[in-house]
């Protein structure tokens, strides 16, 4: 995060499905992969794509990294798909229930969101019953684009 600029992305990950630009707190430029449309997000920024990498239009910088795809993997092994009581005994904590249910580990520079989904809501405090996303996310830069995780 705040390091790597396009040509770095493109370079790991190929030439992108789609691209846009947008503005919510900030401008930010798209890199889209695996898409359900012609567009990275929608006009705000919400991900319509499997991975989206967003851009700080100003600097060029990489700021956060959306993705639903199963190969990126946290250095536990943890990735989207693994079941919640899994992911709670590799991490050695429990997952949290408030603004979403999940993780959450912050470093000096960056922070990582697993965000759970599915299973059945028994109560308000349920978490979900498997990682349905993760993002990871630049503390210096924020486009905005995920209420919850960047607030």
Not at 23 to 52: E, H, M, N, Q
Not at 71 to 85: F, L
Request: proline share 4%; glycine share 12%; hydrophobic share 30%.
């Amino acid at each position: 995060m705040d390091e790597s600029d396009r040509a770095d992305v493109i370079s790991f990950s190929g030439r992108p499905d789609s691209e846009r630009g947008g503005r919510y707190y900030t401008s930010f430029d798209a890199l889209g992969y695996g898409c359900r449309g012609k567009a990275a997000t929608d006009k705000v920024g919400i991900p319509r794509c499997k991975t989206v990498f967003y851009f700080d239009s100003r600097s060029g910088k990489l700021e956060l990294l959306y993705t639903e795809d199963e190969h990126y993997v946290d250095p536990h092994g943890v990735h989207v798909g693994t079941r919640t009581p899994v992911a709670e005994r590799q991490f050695h904590r429990r997952a949290f229930n408030g603004c979403f249910s999940g993780f959450r580990f912050d470093t000096r520079t960056a922070f990582l969101v697993m965000w759970l989904e599915g299973g059945k809501r028994l109560a308000p405090s349920a978490v979900g019953d498997h990682v349905g996303f993760l993002v990871v996310h630049s503390r210096r830069l924020n486009p905005g684009v995920l209420d919850c995780i960047d607030s």
